[in-house]
């Protein structure tokens, strides 16, 4: 009995010094949109994530404001008409890994996963599922995906004399390293 | 001659008109907040009339460059980096982001200076149910200036 205590104690221990929640506020998250006309890009290195190793939720929020473009014009036009960021100011997604067990926290190595979940932005939440990877080194996960959404698919609205310069599909690249 | 004078006035008018517009296209984003600020207030004043009125707050403040004062609590990132000022007795954040082009300006700055700050407003952060990102609130800033250290 005793030992069959010591062991589940055990179990229990190992567990716990494994489950614990990584996060980080220095993440970034990029964009492009690609065009015969123009190529669009901007970059957030102030993005908030955090992943529970012991449930597999995973969460971002990025303050929209903090996207930063090359020309002035462009970052006006994405703050004010597109994404409407006085009205709408965090873009979200909470979301679970679908595979719980593919990750091993205690040992580097690079592991594919798919995130379940709602991403939210410009106040329209819809559900999607990225693919991505967690890459453990030293401990330490690093959330890594690429996946593409249309801007229609989140209500926002692209003038018809704009609409050639902006692509139908917009990529996504996802690069959080957690403490 | 009238005539002739007039197309050369609308000629004239018509290429400072294309190089305004190519100036105003060409025109690079700005990645300090060094000009003049919109508002001087401090992060706890802004934190207190955004849980009054979110809405109105958004409206009036995000985007907008504000420049307050704060102690180095946090520092993290090795290029673009983000400073953190916060006053532990109230449970809260300023996160103060810093683009790379800043980082010469601001890498001497350490834990525990007081220093005088200039940042594009991005609103707050609240916790919310089942958050596992915040812990407390926060209010941040992108673009961020260092103006004082000390």
Redesign the interface.
């Known amino acids: 009995m005793k030992k069959i205590i010591s062991f589940l104690a055990l179990a229990i221990f190992a567990i716990s010094a494994f489950a614990q929640v990584y996060k980080t506020s220095t993440g970034t998250v990029d964009f492009i949109s690609k065009t015969p006309a123009e190529d669009i890009a901007a970059k957030s290195s102030k993005v908030k994530a955090a992943i529970d190793s012991k449930s597999g939720a995973v969460q971002f929020a990025i303050s929209v404001n903090s996207f930063q473009f090359k020309k002035s014009l462009m970052q006006k036009h994405f703050q004010e008409n597109y994404m409407e960021t006085k009205k709408y100011p965090k873009s979200t997604f909470k979301g679970k890994i679908t595979e719980s067990t593919a990750v091993q926290w205690e040992k580097d190595g690079t592991y594919t996963v798919n995130v379940k979940g709602k991403l939210t932005m410009h106040g329209v939440s819809k559900a999607i599922t990225i693919p991505g990877k967690v890459i453990v080194k030293e401990g330490k996960p690093i959330l890594k995906a690429t996946f593409k959404i249309k801007p229609q698919d989140y209500k926002i609205k692209i003038p018809a004399s704009t609409s050639s310069k902006i692509a139908k599909d917009i990529a996504i690249n996802v690069n959080c390293t957690c403490n | 001659m009238e005539r002739k004078t007039l197309f050369k006035g609308i000629g004239l008018v018509i290429i400072i008109g294309v190089f305004v517009g190519i100036y ?8 300090a907040s060094t000009g003049k600020a919109d508002f001087k207030i401090q992060p706890v004043e802004l934190l207190s009339a955004f849980e009054a009125d979110m809405a109105e707050s ?2 009036k403040y ?2 907008k460059v504000i420049r307050f004062n704060g102690t180095v609590s946090r520092i ?2 090795d290029s ?1 980096l ?1 400073i953190t000022l916060s006053k532990p007795e109230e449970d809260f954040e300023a ?1 103060c ?1 810093f ?1 790379k082009s800043e980082y010469e300006k601001s890498k001497n700055v350490a834990v525990g200076d007081q220093v005088t700050i200039q940042g ?4 707050v ?1 609240l916790p919310e149910e ?5 812990d407390g609130k926060y209010i ?1 800033f ?2 961020c200036s260092i103006f004082d250290a000390k």
């Open positions: 105003m296209y060409m025109k690079p984003a700005s990645t958004n409206e995000i985007g993290e990132g673009a983000l996160q982001g683009d594009s407003c991005d609103g952060d089942d958050d596992i990102l915040a941040s992108s673009r």
